[in-house]
Nanobody, 124 residues
Framework: QVLLVESGGGLVQAGGSLRLSCAASGRTFSHYAVGWFRQAPGKEREFVAAISGRGFNTFYTDSAKGRFTISRDNAKNTVYLQMNSLKPEDTAVYYC?????????????????WGQGTQVTVSS
């Protein structure tokens, strides 16, 4: 069992930055790949970024490339999503998720554990 808790969301103006954190329980956190997903009102949940267990591989959706950076500190059992140059269309609830088995990065069906989400609101 892995418990995930997101933090760092909030209200920011367009062009601003936020850093989301995903804190995990458990002593084998490095065995899990972690992804960030988001869901805007009235839309389906979508992939944002993902990182492998030891941090060697990362994936980003096209809209996040160049603006968002995913990283992890396994000593702290935490994954981060640094979001820069935020746009109003980035407004959503952001979820982190952990995958312990087969993992290709973007497929949310491969993720076994999910956090409760943190709200990000970008004003224009």
């Amino acid at each position: 069992q892995v418990l995930l808790v997101e933090s760092g969301g909030g209200l920011v103006q367009a062009g601003g930055s936020l850093r989301l954190s995903c804190a995990a329980s458990g002593r084998t956190f490095s065995h899990y790949a972690v992804g960030w997903f988001r869901q805007a009102p009235g839309k389906e949940r979508e992939f944002v970024a993902a990182i492998s267990g030891r941090g060697f591989n990362t994936f980003y959706t096209d809209s996040a490339k160049g603006r968002f950076t995913i990283s992890r500190d396994n000593a702290k059992n935490t994954v981060y999503l640094q979001m820069n140059s935020l746009k109003p269309e980035d407004t959503a609830v952001y979820y982190c998720a952990a995958a312990g088995g087969k993992w290709s990065g973007r497929n949310e069906n491969e993720y076994d554990y999910w956090g409760q989400g943190t709200q990000v609101t970008v004003s224009s």
